[in-house]
């Protein structure tokens, strides 16, 4: 068992962590949480012997072996494969042991030796390397490079590689998301979730930890709370929480009927697609967890562009790569007002070329690329955060925009991307990576585009700010196209996919989770191929009109049930309704009604799980409605 006690962490004379007393047993999955600078981090590094408190102790069982990823090794020509095998410390140690037995002569050492190299299968070690080096996007080639002709974030991802081969006890990952693409990061979640040790994972992307923990310790004004269970049941216990203090009642009020407007535009549509189906999941699921947000310091809306064409862009068999070499060919995409989609893709298939391209950044080696006359974009990637003026203050950088606003003006809107008073004025080279991500985002923003382009726009952003992100994306009124690993936000913006592949760009027609089973199914197999929600039939003639007479019989009856879901879903909804009116009642809140408020707050959560599971039910039968009308058609 690891345990804190009483322990308190001061840094440049700011309390960090204050009487944190903690006990994690072991094979607990802890999910540790808490806005940017909250302590987060410098939990992990008490128990590494990077931090020591200043008072209280940290007890960590002996002989117990700890993996975490390493921040700053020194860059040497060092093999990629070797550095991963670094990683398990027993099987280098048997190897220098088996070396010097070897410059000795004993045998019979030698022969000890190679028993326990044997018991730990090390002679297997190297597929095991390549196997996780494969699963976090690296070629074969790779194997062979040195650490030093690798980018930042490729070495990042081979620490990360280091740390999963380490035969640990403990493992400790802060945000390894972060230089992960989608693909790395489902594979990362298939990874740990077969992880037998005891696990502390510091992580913005909800649904990247919640099938991975069963506890959640947050960090917030130094001191640290543990909550059974995942993410999701942190959020329900954190809104009720909040919802006792009358003032942040009423703000969760508010917060629930702006989300319930997004949740109501796509209600009751079971002719969607399978996308939009999904995005429907996913906003019920924002407007259940936004009493748990109320008392974020992000709060923002995209104002209105001042001309809205239509279409924004179009590009038209467009063929876009690098020193002449195309990377992507016959590239055909209209994006409209309202448009929401996100890119799929390997690392490395082109997502941020074709962001570039409809950026206007690459030139077209054949077709071509058609703005509107008032187009008006706003890109947003890692090389705009790089690219702020380390000496300029966020204020300083938002005056260089628009000379003519007043102070006060610019004040308030970086306000709501959490600049207040000194850090207004702080420079950029003291800002966070997350704080200098939100002011690029803000830049950006500020400028009115129509057309929005985010190439994960996430990294280095806590789920308060990744929250705010994606409720205030609903309200855009312009196009949006997302490249991101973060598939909670994925899933409440986009409702069209692409997927880029083989250097073409193809409308996807399933879901994320098909995407993610698709990319399981390809690595069990190892053969490349276009994934697709359903596979393509052959049936033709006589047998396919039988089977699509039999399909347009099953119609009615799921017409039927849909209605009668629908019914039951509105009844609920009123139901539910006639619950907050009650808790909206000042009243409730005085000392004599605890009893009466706990009863109410039961009796919503009662209905919120009915109505999620009637919802569930309509969307089963909407999907497979939407199917048969597709297959009836296709014949």
């Known amino acids: 068992m690891l345990k804190f006690e009483n322990v308190e962490l001061l840094r440049g004379g700011r309390v960090v962590l204050r009487d944190v007393n903690l006990e994690i047993h072991s094979a607990s999955k802890l999910g540790i949480t808490g806005s940017n600078g909250a302590g987060k981090s410098s939990l992990l590094q008490l128990i590494t012997g990077d931090l020591h408190a200043d008072s209280g102790s940290v007890a960590i069982p002996r002989g117990m072996r700890i993996a975490a990823v390493a921040q700053n090794l020194e860059v040497t020509d060092r093999v990629a494969i070797e550095h991963v095998l670094d990683g398990d410390g027993e099987l280098r140690r048997l190897q220098s042991d088996l070396h010097q037995a070897e410059q000795a002569g004993d045998g019979h050492r030698q022969a000890l030796i190679h028993g326990k190299l044997d018991d730990i299968d090390a002679y297997a070690a190297p597929a095991r390397a390549a196997q996780i080096m494969r699963g976090l996007g690296f070629e074969g080639a790779d194997e062979a490079r040195s650490l030093a002709s690798l980018s930042g974030g490729w070495r990042m991802r081979l620490h990360l590689a280091q740390a999963l081969m380490c035969r640990s006890d403990l493992l400790l990952l802060d945000e390894p998301t972060n230089h992960l693409d989608l693909d790395a990061v489902i594979w990362l979640e298939g990874w740990l979730g077969g992880y037998d040790g005891t696990l502390l994972l510091i992580s913005h992307d909800r649904e990247f930890i919640d099938p991975l923990v069963n506890q959640i310790a947050h960090v917030e004004a130094g001191q640290v709370r543990v909550y059974a269970g995942n993410y999701s049941a942190f959020e329900q216990h954190r809104a009720i929480e909040l919802a ?37 999941k996913a906003l019920a699921r924002m407007e259940l967890i936004a009493p748990a947000h109320i008392d974020s310091p992000f709060h923002f809306d995209f104002a209105s562009p001042e001309q809205l064409p239509v279409p924004l862009l179009r590009l038209e068999s467009l063929s876009v790569g690098y020193d002449g070499q195309a990377v992507l060919g016959e590239v055909n995409i209209t994006l409209a007002p309202g448009d929401r989609i996100a890119l799929l893709g390997a690392n490395g298939a082109g997502k941020s070329t074709l962001m570039r391209a409809l950026a206007g950044e690459l030139v077209a080696l054949g077709g071509e690329r058609l703005p509107a006359a008032r187009l008006s974009v706003g890109y947003f990637a890692q ?136 990319l399981m199914d390809r690595r069990r197999s190892s053969k490349p ?46 139901e539910r309704t006639r619950i907050t009116r009650l808790l909206a009642e000042p009243a409730l809140y005085q000392d004599g009604a605890k009893d009466r408020l706990k009863s109410l707050l039961v009796d919503r959560g009662r209905l919120d799980r009915a109505l999620g599971e009637a919802e569930d039910r309509w969307l089963a039968a909407g999907e497979h409605l939407e199917q048969i009308m597709a297959q009836s058609a296709e014949g």
Not at 254 to 272: G, I, L, P, Q
Not at 529 to 556: F, H, I, S
């Open 244 to 280: 006792q203090r009358e003032a942040n009642y009423r703000k969760q009020q508010r917060e629930v009927t702006h989300m319930r407007r997004f949740v109501d535009r796509f209600r009751y549509k079971a002719s969607k697609a399978r996308q939009a189906q999904s995005r429907l």
């Open 383 to 518: 090389h705009r955060v790089e690219q702020l003026d380390a000496a300029a203050s966020p204020l300083v950088h938002l005056q260089r925009l628009d000379v003519a606003a007043g102070e006060q003006q610019l004040r308030n809107f970086i306000g709501g991307f959490g600049f207040h008073a000194e850090r207004t004025t702080e420079p950029v080279s003291r800002l966070s990576g997350g704080e200098q991500a939100r002011l690029a985002l803000a830049m950006i923003l500020f400028k009115q585009p129509n057309l929005l382009l985010l190439d994960e726009p996430t990294n280095h952003l806590d789920l308060e700010m990744r929250h705010a992100l994606s409720v205030a994306l609903q309200d855009f009124p312009g196009a949006v196209v997302l490249v991101s690993h973060d598939r909670h936000l994925l899933s409440t913006v986009a409702d069209h996919l692409y997927l880029v592949a083989g250097g073409r760009v193809t409308d996807y027609d399933g879901d994320l989770t098909d995407y993610a089973r698709w």
């Open 529 to 574: 191929c276009v994934p697709q929600r359903v596979p393509a039939a052959g049936d033709t003639g006589r047998l396919r009109r039988q089977v699509n007479a039999e399909q347009r019989r099953k119609l009615e009856p799921l017409r039927k049930e849909l209605a009668r879901l629908e019914a039951e879903l509105a009844r609920l909804g009123e």
